[in-house]
């Protein structure tokens, strides 16, 4: 979820806008209605295919012991986190079915062939409905032991809607949103555990940035350059707030140091003054936790922001043989974006093309391809 030096956040569009007023507030009204029909009509049309797995006999009302604020989305989500399902299905199932990812999207989630994740998914509904396991809401004495999948699938739906792996638009608004409205469900239902508490921190502060992460035209702005009056300063006292009460309780987990992350950059009034020494410790701790390769990229940026491009562009060259991430884009960028710092400016220019050719973002593949025409320009000047 941390962006590191390729970063970008958005400013809101301002083309469009007519200049009458009260015709701009009809306008925006229609849009919100629109807005609001569409986001119910995906919503009943994720619960008619789950209503599709369930037989018959099984379609049961919800417990009585489950609480008045969750929802139909959210016993969704939990009821695809099945305990006849591997983590890693439960999850991909869920962003296909509750989230309305495509499988080409879980796929780029889960950092695998959008064939192997098709064959996944299909697995997991199969496996469901030969389990003979009743497909419901989960007591409240299962609830904890399928929190963990539960989590990692918000994040991941969070992750797809703040940055986009694909198409015309950097973000996509109504993925991060209601990821952030289930995490705030999943927080009241569960208000003592620390890593949803974690998890809901780190998506408020890290969505706290959105409305700087693109220019007008929807162009990216990369974190450095980012105008953070723009900041959601309400988001960012929240999540700054929940990243201290999580703290409190129990051993640190993986989104709590991840939202200690976030709080970092947000706090800071640039990104020279940013504690980068400390971030190097998180993403550190992060990675005695697991073997990420995206958490060992975000480390590499934050090594070389506290010691320099070489020490970053070092540890990069032991990611190029990690097949998870060989051929990742942001991977390339990053080296790119080094290089650059370092004075190697060809190399910089060859690996923006490369990272450009390998990414499926428009607003992104736009962004890298300027940094090779300012570097051809700067080659040329340089010459003359």
Known sequence: MQEGLIAAATQ???????????????????????????????????????AQWILPDQRLAPPADTPPQSDDTLILLFMCCHPSLSPASQIALTLRAVGGLTSAEVARAFLVPEDT???????????????????????????????????????LIFNEGYATTSGPSLQRADLAAEAIRLARIVHRLLPEDPEGTGLLALMLLTDARRSARTGPAGELIPLERQDRSLWNAGQIAEGSALVEQALTRGDVGAYQLQAMIA??????????????????????????????????LNHAVAVAMARGPRAGLTLLDRLQTDERIADDPRLFAVRAHLLERAGDHQAARDFYQAAARRSHSLPRQRYLNEQVARLAKFRDVTKS
């Open 12 to 50: 809101w569009p301002t083309a469009g806008i007519p200049d009458n007023p009260r015709a701009w507030l009809i306008m925006a009204a229609s849009r919100r209605l629109t807005d609001m029909l569409r986001s119910e009509q995906a919503r009943q049309r994720r619960e008619e295919r789950i």
């Open 117 to 155: 994740m098709t064959r996944r998914i299909t697995r997991a509904k199969a496996s469901i409905k030969e389990s003979g396991i009743p497909f419901q809401v989960p007591s409240a004495s299962e609830r904890p032991g399928r929190l963990a999948a539960v989590l990692h699938v918000l994040y």
């Open 263 to 296: 709080a970092l950059h947000d706090q800071a009034q640039s990104t020279d003054t940013t504690d980068w020494p400390q971030i190097v410790e998180l993403y550190e701790s992060l990675l005695r936790l697991a073997d990420n390769p995206v958490v060992a």
